[in-house]
């Protein structure tokens, strides 16, 4: 334990996602030693953040306007809409290039362990979104895990039976990698998804 506010600040650093005791030591004594000005730079971005960024009110997207850059974009396509989890996720599309519809952040995943289910997550204004009969598909990007998919599962019951196409993400090997160091589940996914060579 540390002395008054050096403990203090590990403690706030400790809550962060992802950031155990030891990193959140590391980023504390990281800020110790910075020139002041840096230290004031990240002060003052935090607090500015926290004043202007807000969620899209059409996707959930975050956002410094009520609706986000891609939901403002005429050159998206309206009839495809892209569901995931977090905001991130909407940035690790993008990156890809692939992806020219709209998204929608439900903001987590079904989660009984947690205490999140359906009614935690952004579905009522999913299905609001679809009212208008302008969406086709939806193409489902949760997490290839046991909450992503029982996410996945469960947007799939309630949306086919209003004729809407539901995909999924495909899931697999990746690029470049080895087979004798995929995982069971992994490989397993790459066997279920295959699809015929020349495609």
């Known amino acids: 334990m540390y002395e008054g506010v050096v403990q203090d600040l590990i403690d706030e650093l400790g809550r962060l996602p992802g950031v155990g005791p030891k990193g959140a030591q590391r980023i504390a004594f990281h800020l110790l030693a910075a020139d002041p000005a840096d230290v004031r730079r990240l002060a003052d971005v935090l607090v500015e953040v926290k004043a202007k960024a807000r969620f899209c009110s059409v996707c959930g997207n975050v956002a410094e306007e009520e609706q986000c850059r891609i939901c403002r974009d005429p050159r998206r396509d309206p009839a495809l809409i892209c569901v995931?989890?977090?905001?991130?996720?909407?940035?690790?599309?993008?990156?890809?290039?692939?992806?020219?519809?709209?998204?929608?952040?439900?903001?987590?995943?079904?989660?009984?362990?947690?205490?999140?289910?359906?009614?935690?997550?952004?579905?009522?204004?999913?299905?609001?979104?679809?009212?208008?009969?302008?969406?086709?598909?939806?193409?489902?990007?949760?997490?290839?895990?046991?909450?992503?998919?029982?996410?996945?599962?469960?947007?799939?019951?309630?949306?086919?039976?209003?004729?809407?196409?539901?995909?999924?993400?495909?899931?697999?090997?990746?690029?470049?990698?080895?087979?004798?160091?995929?995982?069971?589940?992994?490989?397993?996914?790459?066997?279920?998804?295959?699809?015929?060579?020349?495609?």
């Open 84 to 199: 995931v989890e977090e905001s991130k996720d909407v940035v690790a599309i993008e990156r890809t290039r692939e992806f020219r519809g709209r998204y929608h952040v439900l903001g987590g995943a079904i989660s009984p362990l947690e205490g999140i289910g359906p009614e935690q997550l952004r579905i009522r204004e999913l299905i609001a979104r679809l009212e208008d009969g302008v969406v086709t598909e939806i193409i489902l990007a949760t997490d290839p895990n046991i909450e992503g998919d029982a996410t996945a599962a469960y947007l799939t019951r309630m949306l086919r039976p209003m004729g809407l196409q539901v995909t999924r993400l495909a899931s697999g090997l990746p690029v470049g990698g080895d087979l004798e160091y995929a995982d069971e589940v992994t490989l397993g996914r790459a066997f279920a998804g295959r699809r015929s060579a020349g495609e």
